[in-house]
């Protein structure tokens, strides 16, 4: 230390000032190292999060993803399920075209892949059960016969994915809902708040907006009970789900152009 300091003393005051330069440019570099990895830049595709909500039956997890690029708390919020029919898997292939895209300006997108993986698994419907979680939520259920396609189960919620997705609704609390089937081919009609979602949507997609009809089989009431949009409507009035039927075959530019509209729906046009 000492002849350190009686070097420093005698340095001519070029060489100090060198000195100096060279140790406040080793400072700069270490701050700004240290706040890039305090405050990464936000990843503007695929997931910033995700966040495992519930297991299937069989034991896979239940993932919601944090879209890149969003906004969180915006009030342009959306969540997009993929599929919650293991026989219906285009809508996967949109939410994974979606990630590449990321969310919209001032937007805050979420996405649940597969709701179902348990179906997707063995190219069921219903879940490893045989319960169609499509008609497993409380809101209007109503028991059904044992083995028909879309068995609603021995009780309402009586099944994990089912707790899953109402866990992950309860969590983001999206303005809007969007989930994905087969194999109609439109825009169902919109129940929620937003009356116009459904034009909207079909605009942007190229599908008809209609509502989809009742059940031909299967159900005492011929029309829908326990489904996922029943129940987020009456818990959310706030909110809107809607149903966006996919054609049975979906082509790539189709695809395409469905994350765009995922993408756009959350800002009203």
């Known amino acids: 230390q000492f002849y350190f300091e009686r070097y420093h003393l005698i340095m001519p005051s ?18 700004t190292i240290a706040f890039v990895l305090a405050n990464p830049t936000p990843a503007q595709s695929g997931c910033i999060e995700t966040i495992t909500v519930g297991k299937s039956n069989m034991g896979f997890d239940i993932e919601l993803c944090h879209v890149g690029g969003s906004h969180f708390g915006s009030k342009n919020s959306l969540l997009v399920i993929g599929s919650i029919h293991g026989n219906e898997p285009a809508g996967k292939k949109v939410v994974d075209e979606l990630l590449k895209l990321g ?12 709701a179902n993986p348990d179906g997707s698994l063995r190219a069921t419907r219903q879940n490893f059960n045989r319960v169609d ?8 259920w109503l028991p059904s016969k044992v083995g028909a396609k879309t068995y609603s189960g021995t009780n309402p919620a009586s099944e994990p994915e089912t707790h899953a997705l109402m866990k992950a609704l309860d969590l983001v609390k999206p303005a809007t809902l969007i989930t994905i089937h087969q194999p109609y081919g439109l825009v169902d009609c ?48 706030d909110a809107t789900a809607v149903a966006l039927e996919l054609g049975g075959q979906v082509s790539l530019q189709q695809i395409s152009t469905y994350a765009k509209a995922l993408k756009a729906i959350p800002v009203p046009l």
């Open 133 to 140: 979680l499509n008609r497993n939520f409380p809101t209007n």
């Open 190 to 237: 919109s129940k929620g708040k937003d009356q116009n979602l459904d034009e909207r949507l079909a605009a942007l997609t190229g599908l008809p907006a209609t509502c989809i009809p009742g059940e031909m089989a299967d159900s005492p009431t011929n029309t829908y009970t326990g489904t996922i949009t029943l129940w987020f409507n009456n818990r959310y009035p």
């Open 103 to 114: 969310a919209g300006e001032n937007t805050d997108i979420w996405v649940i892949r597969d």
């Open 14 to 31: 070029q060489i100090r000032l060198s000195y100096l330069a060279v140790a406040g440019y080793l400072t700069f570099i270490g701050l």
